[in-house]
């Protein structure tokens, strides 16, 4: 099977993790795979052995999806659109793919339509014309207007042979975020949840009893930690553990300690081994992105998920809503985050025994290698 896939990361880079997640998955079945990546470099994330065509990056004014800006903070110009639109194009027609999957369109991305419209139009002109599927995590944003959800129903209908959806539907269902008519209901696959495989427990042991507190870079994880740190302070039998990610971790990290000085906290860069201190930790406190729900779950850490909803931002509030019917987490909104709160919810969840094998199935990927291979022989 030759696969191609098709993603376009914003913001964070989670859509792009979960690809390349999914195009390792294929390789290792013995499929070739060929990616198109348009959004912002993310050299952290592996992709080894991976054919990979990184379009002129995009990525959005902050929280703001409707302002396209190119890698220089400048506003893309229709001719840098132009550029994108032809390089996928022209990938397309030259390798002549059996099967595509486009990450998050047409559930999202709706400011690239013309992109995507014109890749998909493209698609329909190859001699053997590819099945197309779209690939959607747990949450979607949810449509502000019906005709948005009717417009992607459309597309769907016209080039879609299905779409895999990344979750457990005992946990959480697409009709969470998105509404499922029969037609749509009748093209959904769940795959489980695309992750690594389980980090599993440190070999030293490092987290060991730690409230570990994690917010990824950016200024958008500073007031997590400015109420950890005041948590910390009302919690002096409690050790906690800041790791702090971005490029500026270390200016962060000094303006963070000039601000507070709690004995039982340290502060660190972000560590390459924290999948696996979460086994050992008393607690997690952090945002509830998709792939750090995915740690959490896995690792069984009792965790308090203050969900990101700058802007209109529903997406990480609508999960953490989901895995709170589980006792070991607790959802606290950045509306109520004071270091009060934070140090009563710690205390709650660290109470609590994690629910062992009820919280879903992690195999997502494999699963995808296995709907996609069905699908394409039941089509042939």
């Known amino acids: 099977m030759k696969l191609m896939i098709v993603v376009t990361h914003l913001l964070g880079t989670g859509h792009l993790s979960r690809a390349l997640t999914l195009g390792q998955a294929f390789r290792a079945a013995g499929h070739q795979v060929f990616m198109i990546s348009g959004g912002m470099p993310a050299p952290q994330l592996s992709h080894d052995g991976l054919d990979i065509l990184n379009l002129p990056p ?21 001719d840098y659109l132009t550029t994108r639109k032809t390089a996928l194009c022209a990938a397309l027609l030259q390798f002549a793919p059996d099967v595509i999957i486009t990450e998050l369109f047409p559930f999202g991305r709706r400011i690239l339509s013309a992109e995507f419209t014109a890749f998909l139009d493209t698609a329909a002109t190859l ?6 599927l779209a690939s959607i995590r747990d949450i979607l944003a949810p449509p502000s207007k019906p005709a948005k959800a009717e417009k992607a129903e459309q597309i769907i209908a016209q080039h879609y042979s299905g779409v ?43 987290g060991s009893g730690e409230v570990l507190v994690s917010a990824g870079g950016g200024s958008v994880g500073t007031p997590i930690y400015r109420a950890a740190l005041g948590a ?11 790791l702090v990610g971005g490029k500026d971790a270390t200016y962060r990290i000094a303006a963070l300690k000039a601000d507070h000085d709690a004995p039982n906290a340290i502060l660190e860069k972000a560590r390459p081994d924290f999948r696996q201190m979460l086994y050992h930790a008393k607690a997690s406190v952090s945002m509830c992105g998709y792939n750090t729900a995915l740690d959490l779950l896995q ?3 009792p965790a308090v998920l ?9 997406e990480q509030g609508l999960r953490a ?3 709170a019917r589980e006792p070991s987490m607790r959802v606290l909104r950045s509306a109520d985050l004071t270091p009060e709160a934070l140090a009563a919810s710690v205390r709650q969840v660290a109470r609590q025994t994690p629910s062992v094998d009820k919280t879903g199935q992690f195999d997502g990927a494999v699963s995808s290698v296995e709907i996609v291979e069905t699908l394409l022989e039941a089509q042939s």
């Open 232 to 242: 910390a302070a009302l919690t002096p039998d409690l050790r906690w553990r800041l």
């Open 321 to 323: 809503d989901s895995l």
């Open 299 to 301: 690792a069984g850490t």
């Open 127 to 132: 001699p053997k014309r590819p099945m197309i």
């Open 306 to 314: 203050i969900p990101f909803d700058d802007g209109n931002e529903v």
């Open 58 to 78: 995009l990525r959005s004014d902050g929280v703001d999806f409707t302002r396209l800006l190119e890698k220089s903070g400048q506003t893309a110009t229709p």
């Open 164 to 206: 895999l959806v990344h979750s457990d539907p005992d946990l959480t269902p697409l009709e969470v975020s998105w509404p499922v008519t029969p037609a749509l209901q009748a093209k959904l696959y769940y795959t489980g949840y695309v992750a690594p495989s389980p980090a599993g427990p440190h070999p030293e042991g490092a």
